[in-house]
């Protein structure tokens, strides 16, 4: 025959139990949330500015700023444009949010005259919309994630990122023919 047990080790068995159970639900409950905040991705869905915008409040900061170089990449949870350029005393960048177009930092530095600079022809280059078509068709598989618009050596060119699961495949594509450039 078992001895019943008294009611102070019943209760402390209890506590035990509450306090393991309390501790497992915590712990699942972090994990949850941790999964949630870590899956919170950019998605190009969220980009509202386009690049035109986005220049022109690049310009609202840099008055005669020349623009060398566009960058529109994913940034945590959302995407952002950086813009550099110069004029005749500065270096210029801006960072802005593609999708609210506030502006999140900016720089200014003096310039190195000993650098050359190449101003983009925004007129003559083709659309994102565009490059990423052409970046999508040469790797035939993935979706375009990154972008960066510059002038490599006095050529303009796009240089796309396209992500396929875990692998990512840089596109090179000359900005005003069309043609994709082989670094090889």
Same mark, same amino acid.
């Given at each position: 025959m078992t001895k019943p047990s008294s009611l102070k080790s019943r209760l402390v068995r209890m506590m035990a139990v509450t306090v393991l159970t309390t501790s497992a639900i915590g712990g699942i409950s972090f994990a949850i949330n941790s999964t949630t905040v870590s899956a919170a991705r950019a998605t190009t869905a969220d980009i509202k500015l386009n690049q035109a915008q986005a220049v022109q409040r690049f310009h609202r900061l840099f008055k005669d700023a020349q623009v060398t170089e566009? $960058?529109? =990449?994913?940034?945590?949870?959302?995407?952002?444009y950086q813009i550099d350029g110069f004029d005749k005393e500065q270096e210029y $960048?801006?960072?802005?949010n593609a999708k609210t177009g506030k502006i999140r930092w900016s720089h200014s530095t003096k310039l190195d005259h000993d650098d050359k600079y190449y101003?983009?022809?925004l007129n003559k280059t083709i659309s994102r919309q565009d490059a $990423?078509?052409?970046? =999508?068709?040469e790797t035939k598989q993935g979706k375009a994630q990154r972008w960066k618009l510059e002038n490599d050596d006095g050529q303009q060119t796009w240089e796309v990122d396209v992500i396929d699961g875990h692998h990512t495949t840089e596109v090179k594509i000359n900005a005003l023919t069309k043609d994709i450039i082989n670094d090889n």
């Open positions: 566009i $960058t529109l =990449e994913p940034k945590g949870n959302r995407y952002q $960048t801006a960072v802005i101003a983009l022809d $990423t078509k052409l970046a =999508e068709n």
